[in-house]
T-cell receptor, first 113, second 112 residues
Framework: EAQVTQNPRYLITVTGKKLTVTCSQN?????MSWYRQDPGLGLRQIYY???????DKGDVPEGYKVSRKEKRNFPLILESPSPNQTSLYFC????????????FGNGTRLTVT | SQELEQSPQSLIVQEGKNLTINCTSS?????LYWYKQKYGEGLIFLMM?????EEKSHEKITAKLDEKKQQSSLHITASQPSHAGIYLC????????????FGSGTKLNVKP
């Protein structure tokens, strides 16, 4: 089944403890991206990657890192999480054809205390 | 950055009624996507509209793009409880859609 898989679904952590949210897609998509969703602010793009080793900032990249060493994986790294990074995070991927839609994972709900 | 303003923010309709959701962009639209989200879950792609005033329909959902007005509308005919959720529009600042922006969403409840 074609899908984008995020792990974990839920994560509670403390301020400053490094964490990684994994994202994997099995559709051979070149483009992948990360979003955070907050009440009243909607979905905002954190980072995107057009291909292996090619990443770029979205609208809200501060406090996040990404890496794209393999086509299928695009982990999101929070080196020193803070409470304002408590949010619902989504990973998405997209095929190459013009106008191809984003395929979303089921989300990771992160709480930083 | 590009802002996409959706209206209304929320909507409660009786089952069987028609409804319309609007999405207005602060910048030129090169295309526009509509997604549906069930609460706390991932987004499901509904349709993508291309420049040129495209209109698309899928089952009871019709969407249209008016790029002169920098606006899109999504219309649901004879709403059903299964239509309930959050509808989001999305677009990019250019036709690569690498940077991508979403509206803040319209919450739809359909009362049986």
């Amino acid at each position: 089944e074609a899908q984008v898989t995020q792990n974990p679904r839920y994560l509670i952590t403390v301020t400053g403890k490094k964490l990684t949210v994994t994202c994997s897609q099995n559709m051979n998509h070149e483009y992948m991206s990360w979003y955070r969703q907050d009440p009243g602010l909607g979905l905002r793009q954190i980072y995107y990657s057009m291909n292996v080793e090619v990443t770029d900032k979205g609208d809200v990249p501060e406090g996040y890192k990404v890496s794209r060493k393999e086509k299928r994986n695009f982990p999101l790294i929070l080196e020193s999480p803070s409470p304002n990074q408590t949010s619902l995070y989504f990973c998405a991927s997209r095929g190459q054809g013009w106008g191809s839609p984003l395929h979303f994972g089921n989300g990771t709900r992160l709480t930083v205390t | 950055s590009q802002e996409l303003e959706q209206s209304p923010q929320s909507l409660i309709v009786q089952e069987g009624k028609n409804l319309t959701i609007n999405c207005t962009s602060s910048k030129t639209l090169y295309g526009l996507y509509w997604y549906k989200q069930k609460y706390g879950e991932g987004l499901i792609f509904l349709m993508m509209l291309q420049k040129g005033g495209e209109e698309k329909s899928h089952e009871k959902i019709t969407a249209k793009l008016d790029e002169k007005k920098q606006q899109s509308s999504l219309h649901i005919t004879a709403s059903q409880p299964s239509h309930a959720g959050i509808y989001l529009c999305g677009a990019g600042p250019d036709d690569n859609f690498n940077k991508f922006y979403f509206g803040s969403g319209t919450k739809l409840n359909v009362k049986p």
